[in-house]
């Protein structure tokens, strides 16, 4: 899949921009602060309805405005234009000038994957964090996780203020608590597997892009869960046993909201043992393997986004992650450093040179 033509009017520091995409690889330019950034996010809000950086969706809009609007032309088998209106009330998205109603009829249509600075946090930070990212990673792939996800986090409201209630109450036991665990064991189940799954497919390709990137040592992704290798019965056993420890503290202390993801590296924890390089190199050995899944299940490829991944990474791993880059995949870089790229011979692109939100100069390369 790929952005042939994105139109942008009052998107953060772009007034009214129309641009034309290269099918292969872009290469966006400029200085510090210029909105080199704003507009991968542009791509990425348009195809998901939300940013990436962790903002709320007034500030998307050019400041001193009420409205801007996002606009895709999209190529895969088909042509498909996009659209989201973001309003300081909400937004308003459609698909080939019909009003789509839902949004989660909308979003997940156009697959990207995004390297940004902030990933490094996915080794980095507490287990909420990785948790949230390989969630969207997975609700990518599949609509019905985002649904399981979605009931068990309302099922898991409910029980902890049910749990509240019974302490107040000093009740221990209670039909309708059973109901609560009975389905939130059964979504988080789903959960589990969908989870396990996905890591396993991750597993099947990491270790190999690690080693492209930054040579042999072994690095997989350990998937740890309190319903791992446990049937039904045994999971229920659990919460058995957790209940007065969920009662005292009003909350449900085992599941899938606990979940966590260990990157390991040579067997020891990359978030305790890794240098930056290497938590880096993971992350991006992630993506790429995010890539080969995405195109195993779904039969397509995604667009790829690599925000600001360069600047301080040494040559060789430049040029070897620059190897990694397909034809097939529609890739992103955004840069301060235009040079760093001159060793591209064995890539078509296209070089955009952005000031102050706005295209001041395009370029095509042809592969040599
Ligand atoms: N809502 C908005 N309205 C107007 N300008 C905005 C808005 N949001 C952000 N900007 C401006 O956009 C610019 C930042 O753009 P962006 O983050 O894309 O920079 P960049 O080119 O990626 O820079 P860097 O190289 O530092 O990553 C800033 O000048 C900021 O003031
Ligand atoms: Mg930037």
Redesign the pocket.
């Known amino acids: 899949m790929r952005i042939d033509v994105l139109k942008l009017y009052n998107f953060?520091?772009y007034r009214q921009l129309t641009i034309s995409f290269h099918p292969q690889l872009n290469i966006i330019y400029?200085?510090?602060?210029?909105?080199?950034?704003?507009?991968v996010?542009a791509i990425y809000v348009l195809a998901l309805s939300r940013s990436f950086r962790l903002v709320g969706d007034k500030?998307?809009?050019?400041?001193d405005f009420s409205k801007c609007i996002i606009e895709g032309k999209i190529v895969d088998n088909y042509v498909n234009y996009y659209q989201i209106i973001l309003t300081k009330d909400g937004k308003k998205v459609s698909i080939d000038h019909n009003k789509v109603a839902k949004l989660s009829d909308y979003i997940s249509k156009i697959p990207i994957i995004l390297f940004h600075p902030d990933d490094l946090r996915f080794i980095k930070d507490t287990p909420s964090t990785r948790r949230k990212t390989i969630n969207i990673s997975i609700s990518e792939l599949d609509i019905n996780y985002l649904k399981y996800l979605n009931n068990y986090n309302k099922l898991l409201k409910q029980r902890n203020a049910y749990l509240k209630q019974m302490f107040i109450n000093g009740n221990s036991e209670s039909d309708y608590l059973d109901i609560l665990t009975d389905k939130l064991i059964k979504y988080g189940i789903l959960i589990n597997e969908k989870r396990a799954e996905f890591v396993n497919l991750i597993n099947s390709f990491i270790d190999d892009f690690y080693t492209k990137i930054s040579g042999i040592e072994k690095l997989e992704i350990n998937y740890i869960s309190s319903f791992n290798g446990l049937n039904k019965d045994q999971i229920v056993d659990l919460y058995k046993k957790s209940l007065a420890k969920d009662l005292n503290f009003g909350k449900t202390n085992i599941g899938v909201h606990m979940d966590d993801l260990k990157f390991l590296l040579q067997n020891k924890d990359l978030r305790d043992y890794g240098s930056e390089g290497q938590q880096k190199n993971a992350i991006i050995a992630y993506k790429f393997s995010e890539i080969e899944i995405f195109k195993k299940l779904k039969g397509c490829y995604p667009i790829l986004i690599l925000d600001?991944l360069f600047s301080e990474l040494d040559s060789d791993k430049i040029k070897n992650i620059l190897f990694l880059l397909k034809k097939d995949v529609q890739t992103f870089i955004?840069t301060?450093e235009v040079d760093k790229f001159k060793l591209l011979d064995k890539l078509a692109y296209k070089q955009i040179r952005?000031q102050d939100?706005e295209v001041v100069e395009e370029s095509e390369y042809e592969r040599r």
């Open positions: 953060r520091n400029g200085k510090n602060g210029s909105g080199k950034t704003n507009l996010e500030t998307l809009i050019m400041d600001d955004t301060t952005i939100g």
